[in-house]
């Protein structure tokens, strides 16, 4: 009982979400007033350079990653005017393909560990993978939050084996996955990301695309509150990765505009803000006729 109460006393520290109908009136209102002064040019060019560019299917072969850093290193220096994408990721199984062809500068390389998608493995079994991952050449790990164990209430659980995963990855930046089409309710978003920020996370991720429902606006403005508090309560300046499901760059460009409107400016670099697609490196090439 003494654990489940420190966790509680952790989430009083933040106001209770809005009611779900409440925060969908507010998104609305949001883009409604906002997206057309972002869909630019110029902010799209912004947001290519927040791309995760994400191959995580289970027909991947090494010869396709090739390809998709061979895409990456043409598009160095050919669009002086552009920035290149922020990071490609892959399977664990893949880094080593990735570290050995990208030649583009500033591209980081980011991997799924931890029983992507699911989570449902032992946990020495994920602190191995996300070891092997880094060992291997990743810069970024993605993991999924233990849903199992959030569900349950589970919250000492869920913390111990973030911090776990957090210490496996040394240098690399670690990115906790909350699944939010699972999770549903802007409360369980909440907590989730509560545990997560608190437990290590350099990144809050919406989704992981397999499965459940992907990004929502709504998660995306309840999970930038929450990070925008605990800015507020800790100095720290936690990155949101919206993904699952982006690939139009109107939906890029109203992701961009919730995070600009709850967060600022200054969460608007790749540090900080990206969006895992696959697709929607072409949409905006064509969108700005490249």
Not at 190 to 213: E, V
Not at 217 to 233: G, P
Request: proline share 3%; hydrophobic share 40%; charged share 25%.
């Amino acid at each position: 009982m003494e654990n489940k109460d420190k966790y509680q006393e952790c989430f009083e520290r933040f106001e209770a979400p809005l009611p779900d109908e409440t925060i969908s009136s507010i998104v609305k209102d949001i883009i409604g007033k906002k997206f057309a002064d972002n869909f630019t040019p110029e902010i799209l060019k912004k947001v290519y350079g927040c791309i995760d560019l994400t191959s995580l299917n289970t027909l991947d072969t090494k010869e396709i990653i090739w390809q998709l850093v061979e895409r990456v290193n043409k598009f160095e220096g050919s669009h002086p005017e552009m920035p290149n994408v922020a990071a490609i990721c892959t399977y664990p199984v893949f880094v080593e393909v990735v570290k050995e062809g990208l030649m583009a500068k500033d591209v980081k390389i980011a991997s799924v560990a931890a029983g992507f998608p699911s989570s449902q493995t032992f946990p020495e079994v994920k602190i191995a993978e996300v070891a092997m991952a880094v060992m291997s050449g990743a810069d970024e790990i993605d993991v999924v939050l233990n849903l199992s164990y959030f569900m349950e209430d589970s919250f000492e659980e869920v913390a111990d084996e973030l911090n776990e995963i957090k210490d496996s990855c040394r240098e690399a930046k670690l990115k906790v996955i909350l699944e939010t089409g699972a999770l549903a309710t802007a409360e369980n978003i909440q907590r989730a990301t509560i545990l997560s920020l608190y437990s290590g996370a350099d990144f809050i991720k919406t989704s992981t695309g397999k499965g459940y429902p992907g990004a929502s606006l709504e998660a995306v403005y309840t999970i930038c509150n929450t990070i925008k508090t605990y800015h507020t309560l800790s100095g720290n300046k936690i990155g949101i990765k919206v993904s699952g499901g982006v690939r139009t760059a109107e939906e890029a460009v109203e992701y961009y505009t919730i995070v600009k409107e709850v967060l600022g400016d200054e969460w608007l670099s790749n540090e900080y803000f990206r969006i895992g697609a696959s697709h929607l490196v072409t949409t905006i090439e064509k969108q700005l006729g490249l």
